[in-house]
């Protein structure tokens, strides 16, 4: 039964991030899946509870984790670099429906999932900083929070419309990304994180 579950779950998930919340119906889930709208009411009493359930299994199944255990024995600069290359693969397949879908139609529920979403990217991004300082990649003479609130805030509310960061016609792309993470990195990196780092860079 949780199995089921699991996935219907996991691809309502890709519907919904590939086409928004409105344009998929619970028919077109169903079919999906090969199984009967009968089936999938035992599991959800109607959308809206998918809906949610849904954005509480993106929560708890982060599509990038710095903890991951594939993560384990980088470096923090590696680490973080791992993300950059993620970052870059989502921006070569852009889906905006789900967070415009939410935010329209699900406003209170798009709320708390932005913050806890902050919430998470917060926590990993504190783990990469603190284990930079610890490996003597990253200085340990900045403000940890602000750095760390300003990266969250930039890549969590790029396309919030209502926040104007840039002209309408600026776009999030690879090139403004490449030049984010350097930024980032340079901004935080000590002489022998930066010297790492462009051993990096000339690889990539």
């Excluded at 603190?130 to 340990?140: A, V």
Aim: aromatic share 14%; net charge neutral.
């Amino acid at each position: 039964m949780e199995s089921q579950k699991q996935k219907i779950l996991e691809s309502a998930h890709t519907l919904f991030f590939q086409c928004g919340t409105r344009s998929v119906s619970m028919d077109d889930i169903s079919k999906k899946l090969s199984i009967s709208k009968k089936t999938l009411y035992q599991y959800f009493k109607n959308k809206n509870e998918l809906i949610e359930e849904v954005v509480n299994w993106d929560l708890k199944n982060p599509r990038f984790n710095f903890q991951s255990e594939k993560y384990k024995g980088l470096n923090a600069i590696e680490c973080y670099w791992e993300f950059h290359q993620f970052v870059l693969g989502l921006l070569k397949n852009q889906h905006h429906s789900f967070d415009y879908d939410l935010n329209k139609y699900h406003p209170e529920l798009a709320k708390e999932f932005k913050a806890r979403k902050m919430e998470l990217f917060k926590s990993d991004l504190l783990i990469n900083i603190n284990q930079g300082i610890k490996e003597g990649l990253y200085r340990d003479d900045f403000n940890i929070d602000i750095i760390s609130n300003l990266l969250i805030r930039f890549y969590l509310n790029y396309w919030n419309q209502e926040i104007e960061t840039y002209d309408s016609n600026a776009v999030f792309s690879e090139k403004l990304h490449w030049e984010l993470t350097l930024y980032h990195l340079h901004g935080i990196c000590s002489i022998k994180g930066v010297e790492y780092l462009n051993k990096i860079v000339k690889k990539d």
